[in-house]
């Protein structure tokens, strides 16, 4: 028999019962308690626990394996997962979905030399006596310039009326493609947790 009453204890101001039992499982026998109507006994108590023997060895299944990915699965496929290493596919690579590189527009630019003058100030000491002088130099620079260009500008007739400046836009990659992958999983074995009799 895979289900044994070892014994019960009535719920006071309830309608059912404890039912103490062993469970036989894949081989090994767990203590296990759980709830019955109040008004069996004997052979009527035992037919109705052996009717429910898949739902109590599920229940201890559930007690010693609480991450497995057949949690919910009938008793035999959890089984099965037992008898098979009880492993679950754990995803290490998640997959990607392919994409086409996203592309923006803006102005393009140039590096320019600038002159410009730098003045200077100092204070020297000539003859006894301190003069401030002031010294003049041209400096070179490199500056980050936005490109232009001139276009011709018309009035509402047609009629050219002069020269209009516009920047000279270029496309860029805002962010590169990306090649799709294939999700990559692991079997990973789950470890069976410590029974603790609950009688």
């Known amino acids: ?16 019962q404890w039912v103490f ?14 709830t019955a109507p109040k008004d069996l006994s004997g052979d009527a108590l035992q037919s109705y626990i052996d009717g429910r023997e898949d739902f109590y060895k599920k229940k201890v299944l559930r007690n010693l394996y609480p991450d497995a990915d057949v949690y919910n699965s009938s008793l035999e496929d959890f089984e099965a997962w037992v008898s098979a290493g009880c492993k679950n596919a754990v995803v290490t690579t998640p997959a990607v979905e392919a994409s086409d590189a996203v592309m923006g527009e803006r102005q393009k630019t140039k590096t320019i030399e600038v002159e410009e003058e730098v003045s200077n100030t100092e204070i020297v000491k000539e003859g006894g006596k301190y003069v401030e002088k002031t010294t003049t130099e041209t400096m070179t620079k490199q500056v980050v310039s936005g490109v232009t260009e001139e276009v011709d500008l018309f009035d509402e007739d047609g009629n050219k009326i002069g020269k209009h400046t516009i920047p000279v836009m270029e496309s860029y990659e805002v962010s590169p493609a990306v090649e799709a992958v294939d999700e990559v999983t692991e079997d990973v074995v789950i470890s069976k947790k410590t029974w603790v009799d609950s009688h």
């Open 21 to 34: 039992m062993t469970v036989s499982v894949l081989g090994e026998n767990y203590k296990y308690v759980y």
């Open 1 to 16: 028999m895979a289900i044994t009453i070892n014994k019960t204890t009535a719920i006071e101001n309830d309608h059912r």
